[in-house]
């Protein structure tokens, strides 16, 4: 949506609760009490609940790995190296170091 007619798509920030504060920066962004981190760990262990099933052992939950071809290698791993819920390609310090950059390595 381009609302100010400048040829850039508006940034949105959604305040689902009406408190004042944009949901992405808010531990309860529904206002239910409960915080968000309690609502995706259902079972309370700390872990992201769509990253703990791990069948083979490898530290990467079943539903980041796709073997579409069915060799039991998988094809890609959708990877949390930090551990903090989100896959690296979405996070901004896939590392957790606190610098906000990442290292890239490239072979030319």
């Known amino acids: 949506m381009d609302l100010d007619g400048d040829g850039f798509g ?63 290698t998988p094809d890609v791993e959708y990877r949390d190296t930090d551990g903090d819920g989100y896959y690296d390609t979405e996070d901004r310090d896939s590392v957790g170091d606190g610098s906000g950059v990442d290292e890239i390595t490239l072979d030319i």
């Open 10 to 72: 508006d940034a949105i920030a959604y305040d689902t609760n009406g408190d004042g504060e944009f949901d992405a920066l808010e531990i309860d962004s529904d206002g239910d009490g409960i915080t968000d981190m309690r609502l995706s760990d259902t079972n309370g262990d700390g872990k992201v609940d769509r990253q703990e099933v791990d069948t083979d052992g490898d530290g990467y939950g079943d539903r980041l790995l796709v073997d579409e071809n069915f060799d039991g």
